[in-house]
């Protein structure tokens, strides 16, 4: 489709968006076209030339980096597309571009190569229960914070010794390479088992290879809930991981849009509407934190 036809299109399905609140949906704009809402797509995006939102909205695609196996978050589901709330959240600023859910490209990012598929262009963002943290604002940049996750413990069970951070001390848990969980383990004394994704520490934990698995609170929650009565969540988070939008270290511009599409989400109802259709089946709601305009 040329730019113009897309354009036309969008505004052919504003228009229907229109007459469907017209018709009596309104009043709630995170239940906007009826069933499971996909997040609006903006049909007139214009942007600055020479930015990166001019350049993706021209291209009518994008690609995004996020987790596959994290239930919750972002799993691929039967259709063959990841789904969860950082799924959500990237349609959400696709969106904003004025390009469609079916136009994004998921690439998974592990936790290890978040920066370098950033700093390479393999991905134009990353939204995969990404900690803002210092070091890691040495290579990549961060919109956001959109979500306030704390490391946990997930544990069998039935088993009642390890109650909290104390308990795994000289303990073999395991946890995923270049992440922060993985840097908190090994700074309070127990033995890091270190594998490539979360899922593939539960069967370490099955078999007693590790005592527990430990990493955010929210995966560990989505963990345990796709596999019921087998494990369970113990002690309180006891660190902060505050969830950003990664992109180049450079592209101010492009970091202050996001913040700008993340605080108007928050205001007109798909932040939450998001939240609701995905780690909402288990998970409360918060508001969400301020974002950080460093
Ligand atoms: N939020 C932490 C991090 O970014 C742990 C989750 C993950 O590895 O994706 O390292």
């Not at 809402?37 to 909205?57: H, I, K, S, Y």
């Not at 596959?68 to 969860?84: N, Y």
């Not at 995905?278 to 301020?290: D, I, K, M, N, Y």
Request: hydrophobic share 40%; net charge negative.
């Amino acid at each position: 489709m040329t730019r113009t036809t897309r354009r036309f299109a969008l505004a052919a399905a504003a228009a229907a968006a229109t007459a469907l609140i017209l018709a009596g949906c309104a009043g709630d704009p995170g239940e906007l076209g009826g069933d499971e809402a996909e997040p609006t797509v903006a049909p007139e995006a214009t942007f600055e030339a020479g930015t990166t939102m001019a350049r993706l909205a021209d291209a009518g695609t994008i690609t995004i980096g996020t987790k596959f196996d994290q239930p919750l978050f972002g799993l691929i589901g039967p259709s063959g597309t990841p789904e969860g709330f950082d799924v959500e959240i990237g349609k959400i600023i696709a969106g904003q571009l004025g390009i469609e859910p079916d136009n994004i490209e998921w690439v998974e990012t592990v936790s290890a190569n978040r920066e370098p598929f950033i700093e390479n262009g393999q991905v134009d963002l990353v939204v995969a229960t990404y900690t803002i943290n210092d070091k890691r604002k040495e290579v990549v940049s961060f919109a956001g914070p959109y979500y306030l996750a704390g490391q946990s413990i997930l544990v069998l069970a039935d088993n009642d010794t390890i109650k909290s951070e104390d308990d795994l001390v000289g303990q073999n848990v395991c946890s995923v390479t270049g992440s922060t969980p993985a840097a908190k383990l090994q700074e309070i004394g127990a033995v890091p088992f270190l594998t490539d994704t979360y899922s593939n520490c539960l069967e370490p934990l099955r078999s007693g290879q590790v005592v527990a698995v430990s990493t955010d609170n929210v995966i560990l929650a989505g963990l345990s809930a796709q596999n019921p009565g087998e494990f369970k969540v113990v002690g309180e988070p006891f660190t902060e991981e505050p969830y950003g939008i990664g992109v180049k270290l450079d592209d101010t511009d492009f970091r202050m849009w996001i913040n700008d599409v993340l605080e108007q989400s928050y205001e007109d109802g798909t932040y939450e509407a998001a939240w609701e259709k995905t780690a909402g089946q288990e998970l409360p709601f918060v508001e969400p934190p301020a974002v950080d305009r460093y």
